[in-house]
């Protein structure tokens, strides 16, 4: 199976829609199947979950059976379910859209999200 | 009869109303409990020193994986309102904080799998002020949920004499469960924008509760009418007014408390424990 990555992002749009910075808060995401040249938009229904939008959204990452998620950050909660259900996290920088955060990463210019950061 | 002391905007005076009358019902031979519900800032201590205190940590029940039974198959995640528990392929993980110990996982889960553990998350505290019943509850740090233990609190108070529970500022979960199931509210308000503009969410809450609220206007003579247009409006009844009074502030400043050296605290009191006692205003709808 290919490896499927999602970009958290304000519009469930193109690949030409800015990122959102957030993860769980996120109004969508973008599923990016590397080689299947295929987008998919998906809206994340945990944007107005009164609490745990963090759990909630890693919850639909595992559905959808992502591997990679691409986001501004990620809180403590989201961190945890994240990586109990397996999925990669890498932080982009501010500014960028889906396309330029999914270039960086295949480049390598991205950062992968480690437990330190809570620390 | 179960008198909650609440206010919306914080530092109006509830603590300095709640302590006083506790005093002055029990000085006037009532049987009286003090609950200060206020467990995110307890503070009655500082004025009613208990005595011969017990204290307890509390605990609420928590879902725990506890066999190899689980099948992974998401029942209980998908059935938590909260997002609070998430079943992975090997493993079902619970975050504390998100859960409201409501069970509904364990009755989910086709596999038993599921156990629930207490969790603590606070302490509560009980004792004699003199003739006072003392409670009073006290949340740990970092821990969002204060309904358990106000519920907790509340739940071992007496059905005879009069309970003041000192309820925490706002109007949302924490005051709800403080209020809930009052005789009597009395609101504590000042007549400032800010006081008026509390003053009737806590209104809303009170009455959606069942409770026709009353009110003490706190430092009665500072601000402007707004506060006692609105009271004229919805005719809530003013159990007393408390003029601004530095001797007043000073004894609470250093945990005095002021009924038994205050006269002008005290007379407005003493109206206040006969219109709660007598039952000429509003309170608990029938």
Known sequence: MSKKIAITVQRAGALDEPMDPRFGRAPAFLLVEEGAHQVTALENSATTAAQGAGAAAAAAMADQSVHVVISGRFGPKAYEALAALGVEMWTAPGGLTAQEALDRYRSGDLQRMAMETFR | ?286
């Not at chain 2, 509850?137 to 233990?149: A, K, N």
């Open chain 2, 1 to 286: 009869m179960k008198v909650v002391i609440a206010s919306g905007k914080g530092g109006t005076g509830k603590t300095l109303i709640a302590t006083n009358l506790a005093w002055m019902l029990a000085e006037g031979g009532v049987d009286t409990t003090y609950v200060d519900a206020d467990v995110e800032a307890p503070n009655g201590h500082l004025f009613l020193h208990p005595t011969q205190v017990t204290t307890s940590r509390f605990a609420s029940p928590l879902p725990t994986l506890i066999g190899p039974t689980c099948s992974g198959c998401g029942d209980c995640q998908r059935f938590c309102a909260f997002n609070a528990i998430l079943a992975t392929a090997d493993k079902v993980l619970v975050f504390p904080e998100l859960c409201h110990s409501c069970g509904g996982c364990l009755d989910a889960c086709p596999d038993n799998a599921l156990e629930e553990l207490p969790r603590e998350s606070g302490t509560l505290t009980v004792g004699e002020a003199g003739p006072i019943h003392f409670r009073s509850g006290h949340l740990d740090v970092g821990e969002p949920r204060s309904t358990p233990i106000i519920e907790a609190l509340l739940e071992g108070t007496p059905d005879t004499g009069v309970v003041v529970v000192d309820a925490p500022p706002g109007t949302s979960c924490s005051a709800v469960a403080a209020v809930k199931g009052a005789d009597q509210v009395v609101l504590v308000t000042e007549p400032t924008p800010f006081g008026l503009h509390d003053l009737e969410l806590a209104v809303d809450l009170s009455r959606k509760l069942g409770c026709q609220p009353s009110v003490i206007v706190n430092r009665s003579d500072l601000g402007d009418a707004q506060v006692r247009n609105y009271l004229n409006a919805e005719s809530i009844p003013v159990l007393a007014e408390i003029p601004f009074d530095r001797d007043l502030s000073s004894y609470y400043a250093e945990g005095v408390l002021a009924a038994p050296v205050h006269e002008p605290l005290r007379q407005a009191l003493e109206k206040t424990v006969s219109k709660l006692l007598n039952g000429s205003i509003g309170g608990k709808a029938a």
